[in-house]
């Protein structure tokens, strides 16, 4: 007889801690001594998320998720569940203690994510139109050509309340509208693929896996505002997403769904890829571009917007991969459809790459208005080595730190703004008690000094500026007057800089300052990195009464700066400590601290 | 391929849709997709790939299709396989090794039986119409 039934039971660390394994055996031994081996296995898996719930045991195939599941819950799991195919009611996961406001059918189960822009990725093969035609490829396109005027595409679009996924969150049907509305015989749609915030790869992974989406979009945007050419400006950096974008757009013209007359309805609009070189100014859409036209990436003061004046000074239609995604969702199943998904300002689901002291990295998509501890605890599992969460950073060099007291703040354009970060392109770096936050303010000035055009005072000597002092600080040396000066620097550059690069550069610093006051004052009064990331102000010794002379500690030193003999006390010579921390780690006996 | 019409597309979607869906009647064969982002390549989902062609040659397993597809949202247990064989539920695999993809072929599509420790979560439920 066939197995009918599959038990999984996670093996995750947390799960695990919490009498996993145990639950495991009870539940393999329940299913022999109930006779079911032939109609159920049950499977080790890997980590669900969930932990805080743990041990939590999933069964296939009907999709039934219990959380806290004890191993005495073995025994009526397979003789109800098993056996009598009957759920234990009160082991179920409770939906409703999701903060979720989405109220939506679709998501019928625990999961807390909502694929949208992401349907396709890891679902279809990217390099094969017919698999995204499959799955209701192009007939957006095809709705927008026969059955929707130019006014009706922007309404739905109005209607769904999405908005620019760049960052910033301007509605895109205003956007579509203003280039509907300039009158001109040229038109233009770009988008804007130039990923650059440190640990982000939403885009990427968009464009490597679903390439047709963003096609079918540009061509829907082309149709509505009247353009008949797009350009997409993606970094070199994506080899990948080049290609596949490349095979993507042939398999689209030998289809005639780019190209001239367009499923016969007499529409003409291609595509074409101008590459990057990787500036993360050319992120910002006056400086995208004019390095689109082949000038030198920089930004220029708006108005005029894009929209009027935009590529070659024409109307230009630009928005980021993510937003494209959305709409050819949007088209088939709606506008109202789409805002009921999220909050109500912030309407569908936003895409954020989870990255830093997370157990679960990776690429997740949430409906807006989900809270950041139902991303860091249920989908991501939770801080990596069971250390204590202390902040996460969203929106990358322009973006902030939330901390641990606004855990349960809902993620949307205007929660996250008041909080002093920003939504960005959607990077979200987990950082624990290991992390600095003045190192990390560092980090990220360097990061906008290095990639500041030059072209306005504010962003190019402001930046500087406030590197110099965090160095300073970092190293020791900083004074009260020096978080004075941080401040009035910051703020003159969120007046005064021309673009988004120079404006939102002290966010990292200015957030910073305000949730870890105490910490930048460890550094200035105290000479002091709390956690011990600031070289200067960090010094590993050797214990001598509890160094038994393994020479462990010595052999692992880069620097080759740890003196003794075996079997008597070492010693670290500080004048060639490299600060890393490999002795701490390396010693078995706890003789090594650091001050 | 001429260039389509509107019905020619519809009838497309028609075609591959039922090709792709393997509980349809027709097609009871078994599918293997490797995830093959840059994520998934970046953690050698190429020699996962190779090693299920291999195995599946080995097993005489004529039946099954292999695909490649981007990036499923698992960054953090790549390379990420899923394996579909009708009357089983879809699974997830990650961390999939040489090892593990052997133990793919030789325990799931030929047995039946799941692989310890190497299944993990979809992400989410699907939006496009089934």
Redesign the interface.
Same mark, same amino acid.
């Given at each position: 007889m066939?197995?009918k039934t599959?038990l999984?039971t996670c093996?995750g660390t947390g799960c695990v801690a919490s009498h996993g394994t145990e639950l495991y055996e009870a539940l393999k031994k329940e299913i022999t001594e109930q006779g079911a081996q032939s109609d159920a #296995?049950v499977?080790?898996?890997? *980590?669900?998320?969930f932990c805080e719930k743990g041990p939590i045991v999933?069964v +296939?195939?009907d999709e039934t998720f219990y959380v806290s599941v004890k191993p005495a819950d073995a025994k009526e799991i397979v003789a109800e569940h098993v056996v009598k195919g009957r759920p234990v009611a009160r082991l179920l996961y409770d939906k409703s203690q999701s903060h979720l406001n989405t109220k939506l059918e679709?998501?019928?189960?625990y #999961?807390k #994510?909502?694929?949208?822009v +992401?349907?396709? *990725?890891?679902?279809?093969?990217?390099?094969k139109i017919?698999?995204y035609?499959?799955?209701?490829?192009?007939?957006a396109l095809?709705k927008v050509l026969?059955e929707m005027t130019p006014d009706q595409v922007v309404d739905e679009i109005r209607k769904s309340g999405l908005r620019g996924r760049g960052g910033a969150g301007f509605p895109t049907w205003m956007k579509w509208k203003f280039s509907k509305d300039a009158p001109s015989a040229e038109k233009y749609v770009v988008c804007n693929a130039d990923e650059g915030d440190p640990g982000a790869?939403m885009d990427?992974?968009t464009i490597?896996?679903?390439p047709h989406s963003i096609l079918e979009a540009m061509a829907i945007a082309g149709r509505t505002i009247g353009a008949g050419k797009g350009v997409i400006y993606i970094r070199a950096e994506?080899p +990948?997403?080049i290609e596949h974008l490349e095979t993507a757009i042939k398999q689209a013209r030998?289809?005639?769904?780019l190209g001239k007359?367009i499923?016969?309805?007499g529409f003409d609009f291609d595509v074409e890829l101008r590459l990057g070189a990787g500036a993360f100014v050319c992120g910002e859409e006056t400086a995208l571009l004019a390095s689109t036209m082949g000038k030198r990436g920089m930004p220029i003061p708006r108005p005029p917007f894009p929209a009027v004046s935009g590529l070659w000074q024409k109307p230009t239609v630009i928005n980021n991969v993510e937003t494209y995604a959305n709409v050819p969702?949007i088209i088939l199943r709606g506008g109202d459809w789409f805002a009921k998904i999220g909050t109500p300002k912030s309407a569908g689901t936003k895409v954020f790459a989870l990255t830093g002291k997370i157990?679960?990295?990776? +690429?997740?998509?949430v409906p807006m208005g989900i809270t950041l501890r139902e991303i860091i605890y249920d989908i991501g599992g939770g801080i990596r080595g069971g250390k204590k969460f202390k902040a996460v950073q969203t929106g990358g060099p322009s973006g902030g730190v939330i901390t641990a007291d606004y855990l349960d703040t809902p993620i949307d354009y205007e929660h996250l703004q008041a909080l002093g970060s920003i939504m960005g392109s959607g990077g979200m770096i987990v950082m624990d008690e290991d992390d600095c936050m003045v190192d990390v303010a560092r980090f990220y000035q360097e990061f906008c000094v290095d990639e500041s055009c030059g072209k306005c005072a504010p962003c190019r000597i402001g930046t500087r500026t406030l590197l110099n002092l965090l160095e300073k600080i970092a190293a020791g040396q900083g004074t009260r007057g020096d978080l004075d000066k941080i401040r009035e620097v910051g703020t003159a550059m969120q007046k005064a800089a021309l673009c988004g690069l120079g404006q939102t550069a002290p966010n990292p610093v200015l957030s910073t300052m305000k949730y870890f006051e105490a910490e930048y004052a460890a550094h200035i009064d105290d000479k002091r990195c709390p956690a011990g990331k600031c070289k200067n102000l960090v010094t590993y010794e050797i214990d001598p009464a509890k160094c038994i002379g393994c020479t462990l500690c010595a052999r692992k030193c880069p620097a080759n700066t740890i003196a003794g003999e075996r079997q008597k006390p070492h010693r670290i010579i500080q004048e060639n400590c490299i600060k890393c921390g490999e002795c701490l780690k390396a010693c078995k006996f706890g003789a090594v601290s650091r001050r | 391929m001429a260039k389509l019409t509107l019905a020619d597309l519809k009838k497309l979607r028609e075609a591959k849709h039922a090709e792709m869906n393997p509980r349809d009647a027709a097609h009871k064969d078994v599918q293997i997709i490797v995830g093959m982002g840059t994520c998934g390549i970046a953690a050698e989902a190429k020699k996962t790939f190779d090693v299920l062609v291999d195995e599946l040659d080995k097993a005489g397993l004529g039946n099954v299709a292999i695909r490649q597809t981007g990036c499923m949202g698992l960054c953090h247990s790549e390379p990420t396989v899923e394996v579909v064989v009708p009357g089983m539920p879809p699974v997830v695999y990650g961390k999939v090794d040489p090892d593990t993809a052997r133990k793919i072929v030789n325990q799931h599509v030929v047995r039946k039986l799941l692989v310890n420790d190497h299944v993990y979560d979809k992400p989410a439920a699907d939006i496009v119409r089934k």
């Open positions: 066939a197995i599959y999984l093996g #296995q499977v080790r898996t890997g *980590c669900f998320g999933k +296939l195939p679709d998501v019928s189960f #999961q #994510q909502f694929r949208i +992401l349907r396709n *990725c890891g679902v279809i093969d990217p390099e017919d698999e035609i499959a799955r209701d490829g192009y007939a095809a026969t790869y990427r992974s490597e896996g679903d994506y +990948l997403a030998e289809y005639g769904l007359d499923l016969g309805t969702v157990n679960n990295s990776g +690429l997740i998509e | -």
